[in-house]
């Protein structure tokens, strides 16, 4: 789990130091991208940290039900910024600016509210559908926030929507894979599809004994699957976007999918280590794509797939 935000973010230069403290591997692509929209990224990724933080980790010492509180709280500021209202901390502040200058998606925000409260209400991912539903929420909604800082015109949003989406659901998807058993341990969550684990039959305490059950690298490739497509199919969307944006997100989406293949380097041991991509294969990857040469090298058996 990610720590705490600093305390005190006033500046644009804390703005953006929590930004790369936080995200690391984000923050390295949006600086491939436009100087004009880098802070105002960063702005946005502190709204969204502000969010996750709220459902991972205030709600550890909080509660569910204050925390579901606190997400209300959110919400009705988030509306009085977005009118042109904002309160008076600084993120609210920064936020209103962003979006008066931008014209945010209004509706992806608040869903990434609702994706915080799918977990404080403690739902289960129980099907395909519920993953990619769930993934939509978190990880969709941030696509759709990124489009206003990358196209030429407002109304080009609507057009590349989809693409971002799908986008956003990869990522998300990669987080899930990456996190297993942080979720489990500190969360007590599991966003593996439980009939997935079924199929698997991989009982969920087969899981929390530290070892890599059989059964289980075949339940992750699944679940990989699904990410894969989505990347190959916003890797070619990412042609529609302006030439000078195009490196950054092309970075961003190549550096988030190699953390799929540092989970199959560590023999599809996400639940005692978090795998992550170093920094000079993230270099690399700006400039060569060696995703699915990789990941050849590293799968020595073709998993079962999943219905």
């Known amino acids: 789990m990610p720590p705490t935000l600093p305390p005190r973010i006033q500046t644009d230069t804390h703005v953006w130091e929590a930004f790369r403290y936080h995200s690391r591997t984000f923050s390295m ?4 991208l436009p100087r004009r929209v880098q802070m105002p990224i960063a ?3 502190l709204f969204c940290r502000r969010v996750d933080t709220l459902a991972d980790q205030e709600v550890l ?3 569910p039900e204050a925390a579901l509180e606190e997400a209300d709280l959110l919400r009705h500021k988030l509306d009085r910024t977005l009118a042109g209202h904002p309160p008076e901390a600084f993120l609210w502040q920064q936020l209103a600016r962003v979006h008066e200058e931008f014209d945010l998606v209004p509706e992806a925000l608040f869903e990434l509210l609702d994706g915080a409260e799918w977990d404080l209400l ?8 519920d993953l990619i539903h769930y993934s939509n929420l978190v990880g969709g909604s941030v696509g759709v926030m990124m489009l206003p800082f990358l196209v030429r015109e407002r109304g080009e949003v609507d057009r590349l929507e989809a693409s971002a ?3 956003g659901i990869a990522m998300q998807l990669t987080n899930i894979l990456r996190d297993v058993g942080e979720d489990m341990k500190t969360l007590e969550r599991v966003y593996l599809p439980l009939t997935w684990m079924e199929a698997q039959e991989l009982p969920l305490q087969t899981l929390q004994g530290g070892q890599v059950p059989a059964g289980y690298p075949s339940l992750l ?6 990410a894969e497509q989505r990347y190959a199919s916003c890797m070619h969307d ?3 976007l302006p030439f000078q944006v195009r490196m950054g997100i092309r970075a961003a989406g190549r550096m988030y999918r190699e953390i799929m293949n540092e ?3 560590r023999n599809y041991d996400n639940l005692t280590q978090r795998a992550y991509v170093p920094f000079w294969r993230k270099a690399v990857l700006v400039v060569r794509d060696g995703y699915a040469r990789r990941k050849s090298h590293l799968q020595q058996t073709e998993p079962a797939r999943l219905a």
């Open 29 to 32: 692509a949006a600086r491939l």
């Open 238 to 240: 990412i042609d529609a």
């Open 263 to 265: 989970v199959r380097a």
């Open 122 to 129: 403690g739902r289960t991912v129980r099907t395909k559908a």
């Open 221 to 226: 490739e699944a679940v990989m699957e699904e």
């Open 43 to 45: 702005t946005l990724y």
């Open 165 to 167: 989406r799908r986008m």
């Open 61 to 63: 010492t909080i509660g």
